[in-house]
């Protein structure tokens, strides 16, 4: 069973940067796609970035609204996915959650479906101040 756990949240400026980091384990390695979330107060939870199974580069998709500022990436020898976090605005603010995709999910459904998702971390809360 696939376990998650994020870190690296916390409170920032406008323009600043956050990395969160999300440790994952209990799976093999290339077996799952793995993303980010997040969800604001009040709103729906909602894909932010995705990386297939594999790692590569082709495979890297963003939500339209942090396109340009977040970069993730995924560091499979160490079992951690990143999300690098830049130019932050206060719309970022949101709980962040890290999530995992089978294989079969990944490739059948559309990256930003939350009910692909099959294992959540517990969040890790982002506050940008204006």
């Known amino acids: 069973q696939i376990q998650l756990a994020e870190s690296g949240g916390g409170s920032v400026q406008a323009g600043g940067s956050l990395r969160l980091s999300c440790i994952a384990s209990g799976y093999r390695v290339n077996t799952y796609c793995m993303r980010w979330f997040r969800q604001a107060g009040g709103k729906e939870r909602e894909a932010v970035a995705s990386?297939?199974?594999?790692?590569?580069?082709?495979?890297?998709r963003y939500a339209a609204s942090v396109q340009g500022r977040f970069t993730i990436s995924a560091d499979n020898a160490k079992g951690t996915l990143y999300l690098q976090m830049n130019n932050l605005k206060p719309e970022d603010t949101a709980t962040y959650y890290c999530?995992?995709?089978?294989?079969?999910?990944?490739?059948?459904?559309?990256?930003?479906?939350?009910?692909?998702?099959?294992?959540w971390g517990q969040g890790t809360l982002v506050t940008v101040s204006s």
């Open positions: 990386i297939d199974a594999d790692g590569s580069d082709e495979s890297i």
């Open positions: 999530v995992a995709v089978s294989e079969y999910d990944c490739y059948s459904r559309p990256w930003s479906d939350v009910y692909a998702v099959d294992t």
